[in-house]
């Protein structure tokens, strides 16, 4: 990647200037994607030292600022302790903890990344992105709207409304990408259930959620059918790392031991 | 551009071009016990401690290392040297290039996590890959590292 300069700003708006002036301007966060990319930038914009590093908890939600690391989310007693840990765990599951060390959850929301793990478990963890010029926008809508103005992502807010959860990423080695990896939630009267690296972006199977609401009490039928109405609602293909038909085999074993998962959790 | 980092303790200036890797300016300075793998953030081989922490030195930008500490091997020499031992005792070494990594990798999860177990070895270990031993003579010497202490 040509960079002719990097620079470090000295507070927000000063990075957001930076990063309107010119549409080759770009914001660095980890890096840890970079080399696959073959853009050039006319300037780097650091957002080390804007005090966008913490994770604050209360007891209805956590906001984790963008340039917090996957191996600080995985490691935070608050995110372990919320959802039945799906999103420690979704981030615990990506490459090596060298990578983790530098990957910003920031900089993975922000890539839109096809394979990442994160994805669903943000997704069933109803969670918000807070912009320094948009103000809050929930993620669902964030990843099915692509175009948007330049802006600066702040932070990321999820819920702890959820009483458990669960997630899954199937991969051939533990440094692979995804072939299918898939989370759901559920709070005292609601489901979410996502599922990403399709090999399309994750999204939400929200029929599939609203059917299971209907029940207190689940059976085998009612998980089926369930299950076949997330496929029906989620977009499925193939590539490199696996057939159409496999995903699909692969979604419903891992919904059905998901929702049974969650459902004996939450009593 | 000019970037001011602590390596092995030492005060240094590296002057670098804003797009430079660390890995590049590394070996451009000398310190050649930071190698040169996959060159995309997957093998581990150019790991270094940054802050304490292990990082693939080939995807950070020199540029951001600003005011950081960086531990080479050869900052941790002492340690090495025990793991070294261990590494020969079992069998664990082969062509020896990942060497340098796996015992700053290691020395980092000394560090981190409080006795952990063969399994918290290997998940630590993930991203530090190893074409001869297989690693199953690797994680013998490491468990013996960490039972000398």
């Known amino acids: ?267 | 551009m000019l970037v001011n980092v602590i390596v092995n303790q030492e005060t240094k200036t590296f002057v670098c071009e804003p797009g430079d890797y660390l890995l590049d300016t590394l070996r451009a300075y000398n310190y050649l016990s930071v190698r040169r793998g996959c060159d995309n953030t997957s093998c581990g081989v150019c790991t270094v401690l940054l802050n304490g922490k292990p990082v693939p030195s080939c995807s950070v930008l020199t540029a951001s290392v600003e005011g950081k500490s960086i531990i080479t091997v050869e900052g941790i020499q002492a340690e090495a040297e025990k793991l070294g031992r261990h590494f020969g005792d079992e069998g664990a070494d082969q062509c020896g290039y990942c060497n340098p990594s796996l015992a700053l990798t290691v020395y980092a999860m000394k560090n981190d996590l409080f006795q952990p177990t063969e399994a918290e070895v290997r998940e630590y270990l993930v991203g530090n890959l190893c074409r001869c031993t297989g690693y199953i003579q690797q994680e013998r010497a490491i468990m013996k590292y960490l039972g000398d202490e």
């Open chain 1, 1 to 267: 990647m040509f960079v002719a300069e990097y620079v470090r700003p000295k507070n927000v708006e000063e990075a957001y200037q930076a990063l309107i002036k010119d549409k080759k301007n770009l914001i660095i966060a980890g890096g840890a994607w970079m080399k696959l990319t073959k853009k050039s930038a006319s300037k780097l914009i650091s957002l080390e030292g804007l005090d966008l590093n913490k994770i604050v908890a209360t007891e209805e939600m956590i906001e984790i600022g963008s340039m917090v690391t996957l191996r600080e989310i995985e490691t935070n007693e608050n995110i372990l302790n919320t959802c039945s840990g799906i999103l420690s765990l979704a981030c615990h599951n990506i490459m090596g903890i060298n990578i983790r060390n530098i990957a910003t959850i920031g900089g993975s929301v922000m890539a839109r990344l096809a394979f990442s793990d994160i994805y669903p478990a943000l997704l069933v963890l109803d969670a918000s992105l807070v912009f320094y010029k948009s103000g809050e926008v929930s993620f669902a809508d964030f990843l099915s709207h692509p175009n948007h103005d330049p802006d600066l992502l702040l932070g990321i807010r999820i819920s702890r409304k959820a009483e458990a959860g669960y997630f899954r990423k199937v991969a051939i080695t533990a440094l692979d990408f995804a072939i299918v990896n898939l989370a759901l939630s559920k709070t005292a009267d609601s489901w979410r259930i996502a599922v990403g690296a399709t090999p399309f972006i994750a999204s939400l199977a929200i029929e599939a959620a609203n059917y299971l609401d209907q029940y207190k009490e689940l059976n085998d039928e009612i998980i089926q059918t369930a299950v076949n109405m997330a496929l029906d609602e989620i977009k499925v293909s193939k590539n490199q790392r696996g057939s159409k038909e496999y995903r699909i085999e692969l979604i419903k074993t891992y919904l059905k031991r998901g929702i049974r998962s969650v459902s004996e959790h939450v009593g």
